[in-house]
């Protein structure tokens, strides 16, 4: 892209999640410029496109045809993201994909692969990871600097009603979402914690509805075992009242604690100190040496 130059972007999928990034694109990064919305609904369409006072499409295909675009964010239902994904990369046409890329492991690896071949940019809606608490977070994890994974615990429970789910007919279905807390509610929170601790060499686990009318789960648990012999537990749900994400990780010389949208880290001090024998001992203590002022919410 030109320097100065502002790229052009159009979003597929008038829904909610695409509405949010239209006012985005629109408002909040001066290096876009929004120029189409497409979704096969016809008012959902046309009610986007008048409130920006920009074209709509019904289909894709016809996005491209009109050739108005140099990236696209795609904001459609789960199912649908690699039809989306493979005609934007055969077009050459830049990508930016809500989570979760896909609604299984083939269709994400067939997703990577049309950009891959067709030699454009492919992101994945993971936006939390630049927030200014979750960035000092995965820069200390990062840097190697607290030594191997010891310990891990996530627990993320996000509340949804039953209205929730019955608001829109895709949701919660195999078809329509492709699953329930594992693809919905958890991916955020999920992506930062195996940032930290990478993924797991095995995982046992568990899914389950237990207190909504929906076919897919609204409960998750694993127990994970990392490559060093480090131990790890997920907990994730839709059914337990607000919204207390707690994320507990040890290293071999360090800790960070999130609770309540606040982090701490704790750092893992030597301390040699001589005897009068001549024989050393060694006194390890935790120093407190950073506490976030609570950026970001939960």
């Known amino acids: 892209m030109a320097k100065n130059k502002q790229l052009a972007v159009a979003v597929i999928g008038a829904g909610g999640m695409g509405q949010a990034h239209c006012i985005a694109v629109r408002k909040d990064v001066a290096e876009t410029k929004l120029v189409a919305v497409v979704d096969p609904f016809q008012a959902n369409a046309e009610a986007v496109a008048k409130l920006h006072k920009i074209p709509y499409f019904r289909t894709t295909k016809q996005l491209i045809k009109a050739n108005c675009c140099d990236a696209v964010i795609v904001a459609a239902p789960h199912p649908l993201h690699l039809q989306v994904v493979r005609e934007c990369a055969r077009a050459q046409i830049h990508i930016l994909c809500e989570k979760p890329i896909a609604e299984t492991v083939s269709s994400a690896d067939k997703i990577i692969k049309a950009a891959k071949q067709n030699h454009v940019k492919l992101g994945v809606m993971f936006q939390r990871r630049f927030e200014p608490l979750w960035a000092k977070f995965l820069e200390i994890t990062g840097s190697g600097k607290l030594g191997a994974l010891r310990r891990a615990v996530l627990l993320l429970p996000d509340f949804r009603t039953q209205a929730y789910y019955a608001a829109n007919t895709w949701r919660a279905t195999w078809q329509g979402e492709g699953g329930g807390v594992l693809v919905n509610q958890a991916p955020h929170i999920l992506d930062l914690f195996l940032?930290?601790?990478?993924?797991?060499?095995?995982?046992?686990?568990?899914?389950?509805?237990?207190?909504?009318?929906?076919?897919?789960?609204?409960?998750?648990?694993?127990?994970?075992?990392?490559?060093?012999?480090?131990?790890g537990y997920i907990y994730t749900s839709t059914n337990e009242p607000e919204q207390g994400i707690s994320m507990d990780i040890t290293f071999e010389r360090g800790r960070l604690v999130y609770r309540d949208g606040k982090l701490e880290i704790f750092h893992l001090l030597l301390q040699r100190m001589h005897r009068a024998n001549g024989n050393n001992r060694f006194s390890y203590f935790f120093f407190h040496f950073f506490q976030s002022p609570g950026l970001c919410p939960g």
């Open 195 to 231: 940032q930290a601790t990478g993924l797991p060499l095995s995982v046992l686990g568990r899914v389950g509805t237990k207190c909504h009318s929906i076919e897919v789960e609204d409960h998750a648990e694993a127990m994970l075992t990392f490559k060093n012999g480090a131990t």
